[in-house]
């Protein structure tokens, strides 16, 4: 039976078995948080707290991350973090998810990637034995780095062999760094060489080209956006001939200013040329984004049925880096919705 009211509807969404493969720690926090911890160290807000999540597209939005993230500096603050992310997530009735952390945006962590990982494996872990779900974390790579940073980092991970960790990222400004497969490639060879999964912001802050490096150059499993491969048929074919899914995140579009309207964003027209599609939040709490209501928006914008929402949420799970038994969990889940 088709729910009547709008709470029916999104009650039915948050109940849809899921995972979420695009979201990031840096887009976690609360505003409260943000300002206690702020006046704590004595550092002045950028702007007062009703407009401290308006920003005018990604560049900006980068920037205030790294203000953000520096006020995070002890290991209970990112403990704090990790579980509050599980908390939403299961709010959002998803079963799993891969986050991405990036360590350049953490000034009190830099050289301290162990300890980093270990802070946030501790909020995992506590959020775990409290019945959330379980959670891989992607340490990420920036668009801006160089090309000795990058494997400076996948060098550590790599030693690090830490459980929690599943995939080498690569986020930030493609804009602003210009075309960069060709500078990251080695260290994304490295991380695959050594099993490390490869997920790769793409065709976001960049075209088409950006994407087809991503895949030719970046070996990508997966791809964060995407979205802009629209613009090209034949990296659409690449996408449809290598099962490379994308994780597609609307309301961060709209507000980063990537498409003006719902009705203009390209996820139903990738969906129809062939292309697997999920569902994410980005950066949740900044961007004001929930995971049920992505799929509410898709829903409504696009007409959605109940066979095309279980198959963006299929895409969720098979996409995910979840181990095995985690997927065929959700997946027969799915099968009863
Ligand atoms: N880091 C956090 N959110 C991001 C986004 N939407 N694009 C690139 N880098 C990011
Ligand atoms: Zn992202």
Redesign the pocket.
């Known amino acids: 039976m088709t729910p009547h009211t709008a709470t029916d509807r999104m009650a039915r969404l948050r109940a849809l078995p899921k995972a979420e493969v695009h979201a990031?720690l840096?887009?976690c926090f609360e505003p409260a948080v943000l300002e206690q911890w702020a006046q704590a160290a004595g550092v002045s807000m950028p702007r007062p707290r009703e407009q401290l999540f308006q920003f005018e597209g990604?560049a900006d939005?980068?920037h205030f991350?790294d203000w953000a993230c520096g006020l995070a500096r002890t290991r209970g603050h990112l403990a704090e973090l990790s579980y509050g992310y599980s908390k939403r997530l299961a709010a959002s009735g998803a079963g799993y998810a891969d986050v991405i952390f990036?360590p350049t945006h953490w000034a009190a962590w830099q050289g301290r990637l162990g300890a980093m990982v270990d802070a946030l494996d501790a909020g995992f872990q506590a959020a775990e034995q409290d019945g959330l779900p379980p959670v891989g974390l992607c340490v990420s790579l920036l668009r801006t780095q160089s090309a000795e940073a990058a494997l400076e980092l996948v060098d550590a991970l790599v030693a690090l062999r830490h459980p929690r960790v599943v995939a080498l990222s690569i986020?930030?400004?493609e804009a602003a760094a210009g075309r960069t497969g060709p500078r990251f490639a080695e260290a994304f060879r490295r991380a695959g060489a050594a099993g490390l999964r490869r997920t790769v912001?793409a065709g976001?802050?960049s075209g088409p080209q950006g994407v087809r490096d991503a895949i030719e150059l970046l070996g990508a499993d997966r791809i964060d956006?995407g979205v802009r491969a629209i613009e090209d048929p034949a990296v659409l074919d690449l996408l449809v001939e290598r099962a490379i899914p994308l994780g597609i995140?609307p309301t961060?579009n709209l507000v980063?200013r990537v498409y003006p309207s719902i009705e203009t964003h390209p996820i139903d027209a990738l969906r129809r040329a062939g292309v697997l599609v999920s569902l994410n939040t980005?950066?949740p709490v900044l961007l004001g984004a929930s995971l049920e209501g992505e799929y509410a928006l898709c829903q409504a914008a696009f007409s959605w049925s109940d066979d095309t929402l279980r198959s963006v949420a299929r895409t969720s799970i098979h996409a995910s880096f979840a181990n095995p038994d985690v997927k065929q969990q959700l997946l027969g889940q799915l099968a009863q919705w």
């Open positions: 990031h840096e887009g990604l939005f980068l991350l990036n986020d930030g400004n912001h976001e802050s956006h995140c961060s980063l980005d950066d």
